[in-house]
């Protein structure tokens, strides 16, 4: 730490992102990313005459794109802000939203970057346990007087809440806001974004990282009422304007429109996940019931740390959570068919070979 740090940031516990070998070395299941390559649309999309095109700033309202995804949700353009990954989008969110007076309340077990972006705005984080079986106890989150952060489905459980549950939360927390982060809804929820007519004090955040394959690209959104998104672009403005570069927002226009290859592959990887749940459980294994591309996995003779360790040591990198209620566990990421059975296999052998 340099001497420079002001005071409020010293004690700031950062979000670890998973590993992220370059070399390739690995059967790479750890950070949900998608095991197909964007849409051929995409690749086309990125011309040598549009990199040229990079001199020029981008267009700070990313308008093609937006209306791109504000057409696919039949939402107009002024309810729809994207940004550099969904994690941008909850930076503002949080920015424009959140203070010691207006706190956010999410459960214990989720997405890891909800407590640290409360550290850094200097709210208090505020979190929620989980039920016995996991699931989000809904109940928990009405009227509490702040405002509501769900990922649905959750991370890294990959349990999903209905969408009558995401209604009740809205209607009984009016005036405080519920964001749902619906990063994994594309792999088996409903998303929450047609109840936008209903509710004004609801946001939707989606991410382009995990069912269109652009987690390199960093791509989100968030879609709300016209008013929330004017407030997060005044956040953005005061920010980062030009927070889409220009060949992420090529991309992700093509991807959206490609409705057919995001359809087969997102149909591949729910068949995928059903296959090794079906695999997994077949080898004594416990697994938490999954609507996302990764799956919650544990086994009564080992703990999450020592599969993990196994499995990495055989070439195959899942990720561990060294937190209560988590370490009997390990998250896998749902691979191509071929990835999914070298993991089987490796389980296998760990089991037929402990170390
Ligand atoms: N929300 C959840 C629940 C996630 O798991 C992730 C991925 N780490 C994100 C948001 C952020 O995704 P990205 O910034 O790639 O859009």
């Given at each position: 730490m ?16 998973g ?19 964007p ?11 549009e990199v040229?095109?990079l001199r020029?700033?981008s267009?700070?309202?990313?308008r093609?794109?937006t ?25 503002f ?5 959140s ?12 997405y890891?970057?909800?407590p ?6 200097g ?27 769900i ?17 009740r ?20 929820g409903?998303s929450?974004?047609?109840l936008l007519?209903k ?18 690209a960093?791509?989100?959104f968030?879609?709300?009422s016209e ?12 920010f ?24 087969k ?28 591309n ?26 561990y ?9 390990v ?7 071929k ?8 389980v ?5 070979n402990?170390?």
């Amino acid at each position: 730490m340099s001497r420079y740090l002001i005071k409020k940031y010293k004690a700031l516990e950062p979000y670890i992102p998973g590993e992220q070998p370059q070399d390739m070395r690995y059967v790479k299941l750890n950070t949900n990313e998608s095991p197909f390559p964007p849409s051929p649309a995409v690749v086309k999309a990125l011309s040598a005459a549009e990199v040229k095109k990079l001199r020029l700033y981008s267009d700070p309202e990313a308008r093609a794109l937006t209306r791109a995804i504000a057409d696919y949700y039949g939402i107009s353009e002024a309810q729809v802000l994207c940004g550099n990954g969904s994690d941008e989008i909850l930076a503002f969110i949080y920015t424009a939203f959140s203070d010691k007076e207006n706190g956010m309340i999410y459960p214990e077990i989720s997405y890891g970057f909800y407590p640290v972006f409360s550290a850094l705005i200097g709210e208090p984080p505020c979190s929620v346990p989980l039920k016995e079986d996991y699931t989000v106890d809904v109940d928990e989150y009405l009227g509490r007087g702040k405002h509501v952060v769900i990922a649905n489905p959750n991370a890294p459980t990959g349990i999903c809440l209905s969408l009558t549950d995401i209604e009740r939360l809205a209607e009984k927390n009016a005036g405080r806001l519920v964001i749902v982060d619906e990063a994994y809804i594309d792999f088996g929820g409903e998303s929450a974004i047609p109840l936008l007519k209903k509710y004004e004090n609801l946001i939707v955040v989606q991410t382009f990282s995990k069912s269109r394959s652009l987690a390199g690209a960093r791509l989100g959104f968030c879609a709300a009422s016209e008013e929330i998104i004017a407030d997060l672009k005044k956040i953005k403005y005061s920010f980062n304007p030009y927070n889409v570069n220009r060949l992420t927002a090529l991309a992700g226009k093509a991807a959206i429109e490609d409705t057919e290859y995001f359809g087969k592959c997102v149909a591949e990887i729910i068949r995928v996940r059903e296959f090794t749940v079906e695999e997994l459980k077949k080898l004594g294994f416990t697994v938490l019931p999954s609507k996302a591309n990764f799956i919650f996995a544990g086994h009564a003779d080992k703990d999450g740390k020592r599969l993990y360790e196994e499995l990495k040591a055989r070439g195959v990198l899942v990720r561990y959570f060294d937190k209560e209620r988590l370490r009997g566990f390990v998250r896998i990421t749902i691979g191509s068919k071929k990835d999914m059975k070298t993991l089987i296999q490796t389980v296998k052998e760990g089991m037929d070979n402990p170390r």
